[in-house]
């Protein structure tokens, strides 16, 4: 069983990988966590093949809006329950994404919902550019357990030792002996009507 699964997920520029899961895989190895990372944007490319490669043209809008996805849900489905069969499988203790745009909004709802619907056990981590316009929502709906917000290295290390820091935001209750929400942003997230 590994500690922590990092994921990239779907779309990002294919020839531009990020390098944020790699960088926190090597923090918690030399913090003697055992982590690996998956990049499902790779694969993703590589399944679909030459057929649908438009996707992941810059002017491209399928990822970029909830119309637009949903138009491919059928396509990405059967990829998102072979990746989410694969996290079962390894049984992390978390399991994070990067959340790097607009454009991995969707899958990583996607995915976030089909792992909670088949295990509760395994806790999801969001992070990433993106996470600042949505974790909240993430949170308020219970897609992920926890979002970091900034830089990740020391508050991933935080959280997989137990430890509290300033970037490790979640519900209260939802984790026994967490407390990080600030009292004056758990109002607007419980009570914002915005849901993606």
Same mark, same amino acid.
């Given at each position: 069983?590994?500690?922590? =699964? ?16 790699? !960088? /926190? ?18 694969? @993703? ?8 490669? &438009? ?8 990822? #970029? *809006?909830?119309?637009?996805? &949903? ?14 069969? *694969? ?6 203790? *978390?399991?994070?994404?990067? /959340? ?24 999801? =981590? =969001?992070?990433? +550019?993106?996470?600042? *316009?949505?974790?909240? !929502? ?9 979002? =970091? ?9 935080? /959280? /997989?030792?137990?430890? &509290?820091? +300033? ?13 990080? !929400?600030?009292?004056?942003?758990? +109002? #607007? @997230? @419980? ?6």
């Amino acid at each position: 069983m590994v500690d922590c =699964i990092i994921a990239t997920v779907p779309r990002l520029h294919i020839r531009a990988p990020i390098t944020g899961p790699a !960088i /926190l895989k090597a923090v918690l190895q030399q913090h003697n966590f055992s982590c690996s990372c998956v990049d499902w944007n790779i694969d @993703l490319w590589h399944c679909v093949g030459v057929e649908l490669a &438009d996707w992941w043209n810059d002017t491209n809008v399928t990822f #970029r *809006y909830r119309t637009e996805f &949903d138009k491919i849900y059928d396509i990405i489905e059967p990829h998102v329950k072979k990746w989410v069969q *694969y996290i079962i499988q390894e049984n992390p203790t *978390y399991f994070g994404m990067s /959340l790097f745009s607009q454009r991995s909004l969707f899958m990583c709802e996607m995915i976030c919902k089909e792992l909670k619907q088949h295990n509760t056990d395994i806790k999801i =981590i =969001i992070g990433g +550019p993106y996470v600042n *316009y949505c974790g909240d !929502i993430f949170l308020k709906n219970k897609w992920c357990d926890f979002f =970091i917000k900034g830089e990740g290295e020391e508050a991933i290390v935080a /959280l /997989l030792n137990g430890d &509290d820091h +300033p970037g490790i935001l979640f519900l209260p209750g939802r984790v026994r002996g967490r407390k990080r !929400i600030p009292e004056e942003f758990l +109002p #607007r @997230l @419980l009570e914002s009507p915005f849901v993606l």
